[in-house]
């Protein structure tokens, strides 16, 4: 059971924009940061977006971010065969004490 | 261009010591606001992270794991060590180390995010 919750799946058609949800409570999100990670299969995660909402250079702006209290999204537009994969959100928890990690939302471009 | 590398046993069995170097280049970690953690994914896919290792030298371990973690950091050598001792089946898992970055401005272990991952490596828990 992840600390942090998110849908098993989502799917868009090719060009479709999608959102996938992500949500903690106060010791987490509600008080840090969020990042999302995209992981093709079988690699390893990379970093999609840190600090909410920003992008790391070399990530396209068809991903964006946004948090609000303890609710995160992550944003995939122009949908693309490449963007299957999955999807997970991570933050640090105040109480754990620890990095907390989504279960992972697997994207399928229909 | 940065790049981080796992290395050690694919294989160990219940109750040993596992011992995992992460091999890294392209940063230092003699570098204000850089840190190397190490995460493992089950195979349902559930991330967990470890252990962390501090441009300072300082260092966080996982509270549910802290009795059997230990991680130490070699500058010079550009590699983080993580050993987890008393190993079990449900330890079983591929094990990823990772860059670590500091927000700009920001202090503490909560102001760090993982920006470049190792390629992991399989570890099976198994007599």
């Known amino acids: 059971q992840s600390v942090l919750t998110q849908p098993p799946s989502a799917s868009g058609s090719p060009g479709q924009r999608v959102t996938i949800s992500c949500s903690g409570s106060n010791s987490n999100m509600g008080s840090n940061f969020v990042n999302w990670y995209q992981q093709l299969p079988g690699t390893a995660p990379k970093l999609l977006i840190f600090?909410?909402?920003q992008r790391p250079s070399g990530v396209p702006d068809r991903f964006s971010g946004s948090k609000s209290g303890t609710s995160a999204s992550l944003a995939v537009s122009g949908l693309q065969s490449a963007d299957e994969a999955d999807y997970l959100c991570?933050?640090?928890?105040?109480?754990?004490?620890?990095?907390?990690f989504g279960g992972g939302t697997k994207l399928t471009v229909l | 261009q940065i790049t981080l590398k796992e290395s050690g046993p694919m294989l160990v069995k219940p109750t040993e010591t596992l011992t995992l170097t992460c091999s890294f280049s392209?940063?230092?970690?003699?570098?204000?606001?850089?840190?190397v953690g190490w995460i493992r994914q089950t195979p349902g896919k559930a991330l967990e992270w470890l252990a962390i290792?501090?441009?300072?030298?300082?260092?966080r371990l996982s509270p549910s794991l802290r009795s059997r973690l230990t991680i130490t950091g070699d500058t010079s050598k550009n590699q983080v060590v993580l050993i987890m001792t008393n190993m079990d089946p449900v330890d079983t898992a591929t094990y990823y180390c990772?860059?670590?970055?500091?927000?700009?401005?920001?202090?503490?272990?909560?102001?760090?995010?993982?920006?470049?991952w190792g390629q992991g490596t399989q570890v099976t828990v198994s007599s």
């Open positions: 991570a933050a640090w928890d105040d109480t754990l004490k620890c990095w907390v």
């Open positions: 600090n909410n909402d």
């Open positions: 392209g940063f230092s970690l003699s570098t204000s606001g850089v840190g």
């Open positions: 290792f501090y441009w300072d030298n300082d260092k």
């Open positions: 990772a860059k670590a970055q500091r927000l700009k401005g920001g202090s503490g272990a909560r102001a760090y995010y993982f920006d470049y």
